[in-house]
Structure formats: structure tokens, C-alpha cells
């Protein structure tokens, strides 16, 4: 079962900084965060993951607190083609952890 | 570098039919996961595979489904005698490694099961 807490919803202007928080209060020490996105019912999307420091990629930063109980993904500008539903995940790194999709965020990007 | 491929698309099926659904996974990679995802839903976990092996089944209904991902060929999701809730979009992803790895899935494009 999903072990983190996302708001069901949110709106971002194109071109400000999209944040989207997730709570992932239980995570255990070996257990990673993952950002998928979904675009229209099409295959999810890797975005990016870390464990405890924050991580950047060409697609988005994450930013992980310090007692890594929550995080937030940061999209520096958000476009039109960003409106997607956005799923934080956790999940160990041993064989059998699988990746469990909650009902993540439903960003909508406005003009 | 071809991703993950699914085929078919799109599937319809009459009740009390069977249909198979196949994936294969992207180059390089022995895991392969399948979801579910109904009309307005987030995806479940299905079933877990390297070759020749299943994982974890946890999230297979106990009647009627059945995955297998032979050392030759694509993953196979099969389902038997389908039913009108059996309409979903079935999602593959693989990934290269399994223990000790942080490595991420990749899906392909799923498959759209419509039961008549």
C-alpha cells in the first residue's frame, strides 16, 4: 500500500515554479522517494529519486527535509505540457519492494 | 533504443472471452511489473517477474489472471473469461535489475481492455 500523503489537487501558472509537497512520515532508513508523473492516461513517467539529499535533474529538483519525513518536487518552470497527475512514491531498495502508486497530485497548468 | 512495447493497444473482448496482453520489456532489463488502472483510478500493482519467475502476485485477483515471462518472448498477462470490470488500462514496466538496485521503472504505453 502507498505510504504517502499528497493533496489531491493543484493549479500553477505557466512558467512560476510548480512545489508539490508529499508526507512520507513513516519511511524507513533504506527507503528511497520516487516521482512519477502520468500525462493523460498515457505510461507513467520517471522523474526523479533520492534517499536524503536533495537531487536535480534536467526535469525537476527534489528536495527531501532534513528528518526526511517529507519533500517536495520542484518544477523550476512550469509549461502547458507539465499538467499531469504527479505520484510520490517510497520504496525500499530490496528485491520484492515494489512501486506503489497512491492517487498522487492533478497539476493543472494554466496559461 | 526502443522502450517498453505493448501490444495490443487496444483490446475488445466479449464476456466469458480470454485476452492476452504481452510486453516487452526494454533492452537490457529481466524485471517486469504489470499494473492496472481503472477508468478515473490510480494504477495497482499486479504481479512481479524476472525469467521464468514470479515475485510477488500479491496484487493478482486469485481467479481467472495469470502472467508469465518465459526465458524466450515477451511477458504474457492473461486473463480468462473476462468480465465487464476487467475493463482497464493494463500497464507494463520493466527495469534492469532487482536487489539492491534504486533503479527506476519504465512503462510503456499500456494496454486498453474493453470487456463487452
Known amino acids: 500500500d502507498a505510504k504517502t500523503t499528497q493533496p489531491p489537487s493543484m493549479d500553477c501558472a505557466e512558467g512560476r515554479a510548480a512545489n508539490l509537497p508529499c508526507n512520507h512520515s513513516?519511511?524507513?532508513?533504506?527507503?528511497?522517494v520516487y516521482w512519477y508523473r502520468q500525462i493523460h492516461s498515457q505510461g507513467p513517467q520517471y522523474i526523479i529519486h533520492g534517499l536524503k539529499n536533495n537531487e536535480t535533474n534536467e526535469m525537476a529538483s527534489l528536495i527531501i527535509t532534513e528528518d526526511r519525513k517529507s519533500s517536495t518536487l520542484i518544477l523550476p518552470h512550469a509549461t502547458l505540457r507539465d499538467t499531469a497527475v504527479y505520484y510520490c512514491i517510497v520504496r525500499g531498495s530490496n528485491t520484492g519492494n515494489q512501486f506503489y502508486f497512491g492517487t498522487g497530485t492533478s497539476l493543472t497548468v494554466i496559461p | 533504443n526502443a522502450g517498453v512495447m505493448q501490444n495490443p493497444r487496444h483490446l475488445v473482448r466479449r464476456r466469458g472471452q480470454e485476452a492476452r496482453l504481452r510486453c516487452s520489456p526494454m533492452k537490457g532489463h529481466s524485471h517486469v511489473y504489470w499494473y492496472r488502472q481503472l477508468p478515473e483510478e490510480g494504477l495497482k500493482f499486479m504481479v512481479y517477474l524476472q525469467k521464468e519467475n514470479i515475485i510477488d502476485e500479491s496484487g493478482m485477483p486469485k481467479e481467472r489472471f495469470s502472467a508469465e515471462f518465459p526465458k524466450e518472448g515477451p511477458s504474457i498477462l492473461r486473463i480468462q473469461q473476462v468480465v465487464r470490470g476487467d475493463s482497464a488500462a493494463y500497464f507494463c514496466?520493466?527495469?534492469?535489475?532487482?536487489?539492491?538496485?534504486?533503479?527506476?521503472?519504465?512503462f510503456g504505453e499500456g494496454s486498453r481492455l474493453t470487456v463487452l
Open positions: 513513516t519511511i524507513s532508513g533504506n527507503e528511497y
Open positions: 514496466a520493466s527495469s534492469r535489475s532487482g536487489q539492491g538496485s534504486t533503479g527506476e521503472l519504465f
